[in-house]
């Protein structure tokens, strides 16, 4: 499965080819990202991330998530993903993550709006729910590049690196995409 969004850059599935890759990526980028995500501390060999492509693939196929690898030139730089799908009130919640070294080029917002797309055309999705954590402000702004409604402050949603964090939650309906 792949969704080409230029050129160079495509969402693709990660299949176990990619598992050294993706491990060295998010090893180098460990510092960066453990901050706002809670399962980097987790991940902590190659085995562990053969066994998460299992895993995403299996969930893939049975349409209970989703996790695309964000891949520039063909090599690993992030990942854009649907947590959770709620199929009978047809929502989902995404998240990403992107290589300290390629933020700040649009890659990121290009990645979510082709996401988002594919969302609602191919799972036929009517909410989809992006929560952030207020301080990751780069994050923020991702869905307020893309038209999403902000709704609010979930008070004490995340609990992360031992401590309990607000979200900002935003959504965007099918109904919103002109």
Do not use: C
């Not at 709006?113 to 994050?139: C, G, M, Q, W």
């Amino acid at each position: 499965m792949k969704v080409s969004i230029t050129q160079d850059l495509d969402l693709r599935l990660i299949q176990q080819e990619d598992a050294e890759s993706y491990f060295n990526l998010i090893d180098k980028n460990r510092e960066h990202i453990k901050k706002w995500l809670p399962w980097v501390d987790s991940v902590k060999s190659i085995e562990d991330i053969k066994k998460y492509i299992r895993e995403s693939i299996e969930s893939f196929e049975s349409k209970t998530s989703i996790d695309f690898g964000i891949f520039y030139k063909n090599q690993p730089i992030g990942s854009v993903n649907m947590n959770k799908i709620d199929h009978y009130h047809k929502k989902a919640d995404i998240g990403y993550w992107l290589d300290k070294e390629h933020t700040g080029k649009g890659i990121m917002t290009s990645s979510v709006k082709a996401f988002t797309d594919y969302l609602f055309k191919e799972l036929d999705i009517n909410r989809i729910e992006i929560r952030v954590i207020p301080e990751n402000v780069k994050s923020s702004a991702i869905p307020e590049r893309l038209g999403f409604t902000y709704e609010g402050i979930l008070r004490q949603d995340r609990f992360l690196n031992g401590k309990f964090f607000d979200s900002k939650i935003y959504s965007l309906l099918r109904s919103d995409k002109r």
